[in-house]
């Protein structure tokens, strides 16, 4: 059993547009967690570092990081040992950027950090994408990269792919907040069938613009099965994302918002595109996903 050790996991932007609930994407903003086995009982401290406010995060056993070292150690048939949890905590909360996913991927890979074994990517994703029930974020988060996730009778899956190089990806991120089960709630139980044959090409479509033919990303990120019906929740960035593909970009809601995603190839807005409400910054796209070294 590892006594100390640091566990660092990126951000994560999911749907892309068209791929509801299937693609995923890692992003260079990480949350960092210090894992110390103490002699018994749970210290959780969480320190804010650039996730806009982290008072209302618990630090009793409630907490997401310790809930997936709970379940995973439980897995792997170990006692969960008396720990110290440091989270340094940089991906903003409730915000379309993975956060909940990123915690409960920390807290498997710490669990088989103290079990001291190997992640294992099968087990693993089993596990992350288990807590919220499907694998986009979790999927990213731990492979890093590009993935195409699904489930099948209950069995979790993911594919990892090499985003091209040349994607450059900038989010803007509002200071609202909104909670995927409430946006979640206001989508349709059905579609129209003309919908969904738009969405299924525009997805075969995204894989191709994402990993060989960037130039195709506007028309590879049109989605008519979800941001729509959720615009009421998030005015301010259904207009951005608007005025963003109204001048070329290839814009999106990021999950289930509000930040918006762009997939662009020169890393800024159009200077004439209005920001204001929004802290805009480029992420790179994190090719290694999540890392556990000793400390």
């Not at 210090?34 to 996730?51: C, F, M």
């Not at 630090?59 to 070292?69: G, K, N, P, S, Y």
């Not at 897995?75 to 990123?102: D, K």
């Not at 190839?265 to 004439?272: H, L, N, S």
């Amino acid at each position: 059993m590892s006594t100390g050790f640091k566990v660092t996991v990126p951000a994560s932007t999911a749907n892309l547009g068209p791929g509801f609930d299937a693609f995923g994407m890692a992003l260079g903003l990480h949350d960092v967690v210090e894992v110390q086995v103490s002699g018994s009982g749970l210290k959780v401290e969480v320190v804010d570092a650039g996730a806009g406010g982290v008072a209302d995060v618990p630090t009793d056993e409630t907490h997401l990081v310790f809930r997936a070292i709970e379940r995973t150690c439980a897995h792997l048939g170990i006692e969960v040992p008396g720990l110290h949890l440091r989270c340094f905590n940089a991906i903003p909360h409730a915000r379309g950027l993975g956060s909940s996913a990123a915690a409960v991927v920390s807290g498997v890979a710490a669990g088989y950090a103290l079990a001291g074994r190997e992640l294992d990517a099968f087990e693993a994703l089993q596990l992350a994408a288990g807590f919220e029930g499907h694998a986009d974020n979790a999927a990213a988060s731990l492979f890093g990269g590009l993935v195409l996730a699904w489930c099948e009778g209950g069995v979790f899956h993911a594919e990892t792919l090499t985003p091209h190089p040349s994607i450059r990806p900038v989010v803007a991120v509002p200071s609202v907040r909104s909670a995927t089960a409430t946006t979640r709630g206001l989508l349709p139980a059905v579609v129209p069938h003309a919908d969904a044959a738009h969405n299924a090409g525009r997805a075969a479509l995204a894989v191709h613009a994402l990993t060989a033919k960037p130039e195709l990303l506007l028309a590879a990120t049109d989605d008519r099965l979800h941001q729509s019906y959720r615009a009421p929740a998030y005015p301010a960035s259904t207009e951005l994302v608007a005025t963003l593909r109204a001048r070329g970009v290839a814009a999106a809601v990021s999950g289930a918002g509000p930040t918006v995603l762009a997939l662009t190839t020169a890393g800024i807005f159009p200077a004439e595109v209005g920001v204001g409400g929004f802290d805009v910054f480029e992420l790179h796209v994190d090719l290694t996903g999540v890392q556990v070294a000793a400390q």
